[in-house]
């Protein structure tokens, strides 16, 4: 009963994210799996994937009826995203739990000196 209450939990606060930074299956998702619900760090990070479809769809039906989708950029950005988001599929299995877990917190890090330092 306790890991339902944190699934709902985890997984309304991941959904908060989503709308509001546009980003909560990898900074939300994957370390509140790995903490809390001892998930394996390979399956929570596809597992945070298969999560952001549902999320990343109803945020961008309310970003696009507001008209904030700028949709000459999206589509350069998501040809090149699937094209890296294959290679990122493919090569997951080739790092151990300990190096997926340290490139992905010295990514984290990076990105929040980034945006608080940083314009």
Do not use: C
């Not at 709308?19 to 390979?42: A, R």
């Not at 949709?71 to 090149?80: E, F, G, P, S």
């Not at 290679?87 to 340290?102: A, C, M, P, Q, R």
Request: net charge positive; hydrophobic share 50%.
């Amino acid at each position: 009963m306790k890991d339902k209450i944190k699934l709902y939990l985890i997984g309304f606060i991941t959904g908060i994210f989503n709308g509001l930074f546009g980003s909560g299956g990898g900074t939300v998702l994957v370390p509140s799996m790995t903490h809390f619900l001892k998930t394996e760090q390979h399956k929570a990070h596809a597992t945070a994937i298969a999560v952001i479809l549902p999320l990343s769809i109803i945020s961008s039906l309310l970003y696009v009826n507001k008209g904030y989708v700028d949709w000459n950029l999206t589509l350069k950005v998501v040809i090149a995203n699937m094209i890296g988001g294959y290679i990122g599929s493919k090569i997951l299995n080739k790092f151990t739990d300990g190096t997926l877990k340290l490139i992905f917190g010295i990514f984290m890090i990076a990105a929040a000196i980034r945006m608080v330092f940083f314009k």
